[in-house]
């Protein structure tokens, strides 16, 4: 097994997550990389919520495989904004599939392989679209949902195309609902801004018991 250039890729990969607020996202995100000899660790951070998303990458001979997507959230927001608590989920999920993309392109991997339990394959299976083969299957850890995500640039480009027309849907559902949402609607006039003063440092052992954390995409957003 061929391991990973950790320092490489912790430079490539917050160079990449800078580059996207200049890409008209709703919110803003750091990246963090952790590393044991036989696998990494990442963790997307979206600033303004307390929102992350933690991933465990192990390189294979022939792909990626992904054995943890851990989802922490702040639930303070959804009782202050419907809407936004749905947009902050929907984005930072598939800014962490923009990541995998990035990953596998740069140890020259088209397809990888997501191995996880059903709480965790629930925040990804609403995105089906995006990958080519979902199954469950038993194994030593026990029941594990395996997904395929396939990673050439043609099918990097099929997914940034369906992206962004989730966002687009998104983006329209935020303007129409801000008229009665007035936490919305504050916010999208002051971009950027912290929604909670309290926040703090995440560290990989913060992460709870996600099994009752299961993101629910709306079919509005989800259509193709």
């Known amino acids: 097994m061929v391991y990973f250039n950790l320092h ?3 430079h490539n990969l917050k160079t990449y997550v800078k580059s996207w607020n200049n890409n008209g996202l709703i919110f803003s995100y750091e990246s963090k990389i952790g590393a044991t000899k036989s ?10 919520t307390n929102f992350s998303i933690f991933m465990d990458m192990e390189e294979q001979k022939h792909c990626l495989r992904i054995t943890r997507f851990a989802m922490i959230e702040d639930a303070r927001l959804e009782s202050l904004s419907d809407a936004l608590y749905d947009t902050a989920l929907i984005e930072i999920v598939l800014q962490a599939l923009s990541l995998v993309f990035f990953c596998a392109e740069s140890q020259e991997h088209e397809e990888v392989v997501f191995i996880l339990p059903h709480e965790e394959a629930c925040h990804l299976t609403p995105l089906k ?5 979902v199954s469950s299957h038993n194994t030593i850890d026990g029941k594990r949902t395996f997904l395929t995500l396939y990673t050439s640039p043609y099918d990097y480009d099929n997914f940034v195309k369906h992206a962004n027309t989730i966002k687009t849907k998104v983006r329209q559902e935020l303007w129409k609902l801000q008229r009665t949402d007035y936490f919305l609607r504050q916010y999208l006039q002051n971009p950027r801004q912290f ?15 996600v099994k009752a ?3 629910v995409l709306s079919k509005l957003v989800l259509e193709r």
Request: some cysteine; overall charge negative.
């Open 8 to 10: 490489q890729i912790a």
């Open 39 to 48: 696998q990494v660790t990442l963790c997307l951070h979206q600033k303004e």
């Open 129 to 133: 679209n995006s990958f080519e083969k």
């Open 195 to 209: 929604l909670f003063i309290e926040l703090t440092d995440l560290k990989e052992q913060d992460v709870p018991d």
């Open 213 to 215: 954390n299961i993101i």
